[in-house]
């Protein structure tokens, strides 16, 4: 078995198995070759020629990257996944030269990998590819971890391969379509010539790029946490406290949605300060005092999260103007 299955097969165990690394010299040499490679697929991907381009991952963010490449006029050398059915489905679906579970069909013919796997199994990944490069004419590669840097590839970057990171800002469900990446924003971070270029190919998919910096990613994906992931936690939250009053789910649902869609069409339209409202904008400490008090009775974890997030909104009613005074009674009753 080769490595690169193992690693694709194995990539999340701690004890994953692999063969022996090269002698040094076979890596200089092989990193010259590379960086030439690497010069030239930069310059075609600014001039807008396209790359040769494989995918290894065929879920979410994958499937969503090799739709809207076919799309764009991107022509996919593979398509790697651990599952094959996978794989095979997708690339039949973009018109993909080959697809399954080995390894060997990553071959000469790419210039550029790009790597939509969970983070956990990127390290594994590197290690593997980096046993096969004299095997290959890879020049570039990427992740599309939202969190790590592109120099996880630790390994294909010594061997000379131009390495980064491109993320889109995207929810995509396990469940149902992928969501349209036209208008979308995505996040390049990486070998500063690789990212210069990449920027042509975001704006083929009709994305907009841009650039983040290496040690700012994990603030980066934290921040798209809050604005997206958090949005679930707050409805089931919001939900549990409804069926405390006496209203039933599905009937809880259809009262919030509407109340949602407003808020959020107003924080995005006024912004977070001017779109701030309720009890703390209006400095109604004895109301937020009761919220307290009802959560500690149903859900003490609610409690602890409506009173962090009171205090973050207090600074925004400060910036809309509520008065010092009336805001101290608020943070008394907070803390």
Known sequence: ????????????????????????????????????AAIQV????????????????????????????SQAGYTLTAILDRQAPSARELAREVSAGRAGSDPALLR??????????????IAAVDRAVARRLPELALAACL??????????FQRLAQAGVAVGSLHPLQTFPA?????????????????????????????????????????GKAAYHAAAVFASNFLPVLLRLALELLTEAGVAREQGSAMLAPLMRRSLENVLTLGETA?????????????????????????????????????KALELALEQGLDSARADLVQEVLT
Do not use: W
């Open 175 to 215: 469940r149902g379509p992928s969501p349209a990446l036209q208008g979308t924003y995505f996040a390049l971070e990486g070998d500063s010539a690789l990212v210069a270029s990449l920027r042509a190919v975001v704006e083929r998919l009709g994305g907009i790029p841009v650039e983040i910096r290496s040690e």
């Open 42 to 69: 930069m310059h075609d991907l600014s001039s807008g020629q396209p790359p040769r381009l494989a995918l290894l991952g065929a879920g979410a963010v994958g499937r969503a990257l090799a739709r809207s490449l």
């Open 143 to 152: 992740h599309t971890s939202g969190a790590l840097p592109g120099s996880e």
């Open 275 to 311: 779109a701030l409202t309720g009890p703390v904008a209006r400095g109604d400490a004895a109301t937020v005092q009761r919220h307290r008090e009802a959560l500690n009775r149903s859900s003490p974890a609610g409690e602890a999260l409506y009173r962090m997030l009171s205090l």
């Open 108 to 121: 000469r013919d790419t210039d550029l990998l790009i790597v939509a796997v969970p983070d956990g199994q």
């Open 1 to 36: 078995m080769s490595p690169l299955r193992r690693a694709t097969l194995r990539c999340g165990h701690k004890n994953s198995t692999f063969v022996k690394e090269r002698p040094r010299r076979s890596v200089a040499l092989r990193t010259k070759r590379v960086n030439t």
